[in-house]
């Protein structure tokens, strides 16, 4: 396997830095957020960020294993994002 060049190193090291303080950013408003909605929003925003760590550490690693696992996190973030939206609205997930 070749070696990564140190441009690409450098700018993955900094992207994944980023991407895990905007993670911070949106967990203070999933905890402070003045409302539901907010909160809800914050979360998809964190499933994100998840993904897009993922999709970065597999890029640095070159690990194909890391993609897949960002896809699963995707799926499941849209599925979570969905049942605590129709729990905002309705107030139950299921009917």
């Known amino acids: 396997m070749s070696e990564v060049p140190v441009l690409?190193?450098?700018t993955l090291r900094?992207?994944?830095v980023i991407v895990s303080a905007l993670c911070v950013c949106c967990s203070y408003?999933?905890?402070r957020?003045?409302?539901d909605p907010d909160r809800v929003v914050a979360l998809d925003a964190i499933a994100t960020n998840v993904v897009a760590i993922a999709v970065l550490f597999a890029i640095q690693t070159g690990r194909g294993?890391?993609?897949?696992?960002s896809l699963v996190l995707a799926i499941i973030g849209f599925i979570a994002t969905v049942a605590v939206a129709k729990f905002v609205i309705?107030?139950?997930v299921i009917e």
């Open 90 to 92: 309705d107030g139950e």
């Open 14 to 16: 900094v992207a994944l």
């Open 29 to 31: 408003r999933v905890i």
């Open 8 to 10: 690409l190193e450098t």
């Open 33 to 35: 957020g003045p409302t």
């Open 65 to 69: 294993l890391f993609i897949t696992v």
